[in-house]
């Protein structure tokens, strides 16, 4: 069973956010909601400067699930992390839960009404009929429903973000850390070492990869 | 004698409710994943490829739909994608 993921190689991300409009534009995402955006550290630091795509990473133990007062998040059977709108009360909880900062809320009217809740859906819609008319003005569009990934990583001009099934971006990656020999700062268990083959211990258990 | 023994008590009650502040309760959240409320959705797979498309499927099948997707994502990576 796939597990979809995202992965940003910060050795190669130039900040363009390419991936922040190409998001907005596919999924046509409302004036103050950023699904995806960048960040930059160390600013202006002659080669300690870096830079990490970030969105809903898709957690397979999500905060936001677990903190939800109304239970409006599901998995799909893929691992990505959906939430029905018609459900959702706006309360801003996941905001607070998650640590990636990637709930928004679209703010209308004259107080600042906060509305329901926005995310990445790893351009894979939400509870409507998949590629309707109603999905696509919820939730964007569902590209893994065309058999398509997430547009943000597919238009990616440098490949710095990666999107799939979690164990081939995490070969991508590995096979670009052994060839370029740095950013073996790596982190997770499949992405350092591989997947387990024949003879060998698997992961620890809880270990997240 | 009587007054002592109250007051022996009254210690004793005291001492025990104390060495209920060094009992140790887990202070670590237990995240339960709540029940979904909300409407089911559908599984991408059930779709059929669309016509213009480039990704091919068997509907329905939720193996071929992963190879798809498994070998589009190999379009990331250009060590496939240009021979070095």
Same mark, same amino acid.
């Given at each position: 069973?796939?597990?979809?993921?995202?992965?940003?190689d910060?050795?190669?991300?130039?900040?363009c956010?390419?991936?922040? /409009?190409?998001?907005?534009?596919?999924?046509?995402?409302?004036?103050?909601v950023?699904?995806?955006?960048?960040?930059?550290?160390?600013?202006?630091?002659?080669?300690?400067?870096? !830079?990490?795509?970030?969105?809903?990473m898709h957690? !397979?133990?999500?905060?936001?699930?677990?903190v939800?007062?109304?239970d409006?998040?599901?998995h /799909?059977?893929?691992?990505?992390v959906l *939430?029905? %709108?018609?459900?959702?009360?706006?309360?801003?909880?996941?905001?607070?839960?998650?640590?990636?900062?990637?709930?928004?809320f679209?703010?209308?009217?004259?107080?600042?009404?906060?509305?329901?809740?926005?995310?990445?859906?790893?351009?894979?819609?939400?509870?409507?009929?998949?590629?309707?008319?109603?999905?696509? $003005? %919820?939730?964007g569009?569902?590209?893994?429903?065309?058999? $398509?990934?997430? #547009?943000?990583?597919?238009?990616?001009? /440098? %490949?710095?973000? #990666? @999107?799939g099934?979690?164990?081939?971006?995490?070969?991508i990656?590995?096979?670009?850390?052994?060839?370029?020999?740095?950013?073996?700062?790596?982190?997770?268990?499949? /992405?350092?070492?591989?997947p387990?083959?024949?003879g060998? %211990?698997?992961?620890?258990q809880?270990? $997240?990869? | 004698?009587r007054?002592?023994k109250?007051?022996?008590v009254?210690?004793?009650?005291?001492?025990?409710?104390?060495?209920?502040?060094?009992?140790?309760?887990e +202070?670590?959240?237990?995240?339960?994943q709540g029940?979904?409320?909300?409407?089911?959705? +559908?599984?991408?797979w059930?779709? @059929?490829?669309?016509?213009?498309?480039?990704?091919?499927?068997?509907q329905?099948?939720?193996?071929s739909?992963?190879?798809?997707?498994?070998?589009?994502t +190999?379009? +990331?990576?250009?060590?496939?994608r240009?021979? *070095?």
């Open positions: 069973m796939a597990r979809m993921k995202f992965l940003c910060a050795e190669r991300c130039i900040a956010n390419g991936c922040t /409009t190409a998001c907005k534009n596919e999924n046509d995402v409302p004036w103050g950023n699904r995806r955006r960048v960040v930059t550290i160390n600013d202006g630091v002659i080669g300690a400067e870096k !830079s990490i795509s970030v969105a809903c957690c !397979s133990d999500a905060p936001c699930m677990a939800c007062p109304v409006c998040f599901y /799909t059977e893929d691992g990505v *939430h029905d %709108k018609d459900l959702c009360i706006g309360c801003g909880y996941c905001f607070y839960a998650c640590p990636f900062g990637a709930p928004q679209p703010q209308t009217g004259a107080f600042g009404l906060r509305g329901k809740m926005d995310k990445c859906t790893f351009c894979a819609g939400g509870p409507e009929p998949d590629r309707s008319e109603a999905e696509f $003005k %919820k939730y569009r569902n590209r893994l429903a065309e058999g $398509k990934l997430p #547009l943000c990583a597919e238009m990616c001009s /440098t %490949k710095a973000l #990666l @999107a099934d979690g164990d081939v971006i995490a070969d990656y590995r096979d670009r850390v052994v060839r370029r020999g740095k950013g073996s700062e790596v982190w997770g268990w499949a /992405t350092a070492y591989g387990p083959k024949g060998q %211990k698997p992961a620890p809880g270990a $997240k990869s | 004698m007054a002592l109250w007051v022996v009254a210690a004793a009650a005291i001492a025990m409710a104390g060495l209920a502040g060094c009992g140790e309760r +202070q670590v959240v237990v995240y339960k029940k979904y409320q909300g409407k089911p959705d +559908q599984l991408p059930n779709n @059929a490829p669309l016509a213009y498309g480039s990704a091919k499927w068997t329905g099948n939720e193996k739909w992963e190879d798809e997707l498994k070998t589009r +190999q379009n +990331q990576n250009e060590y496939v240009i021979d *070095h």
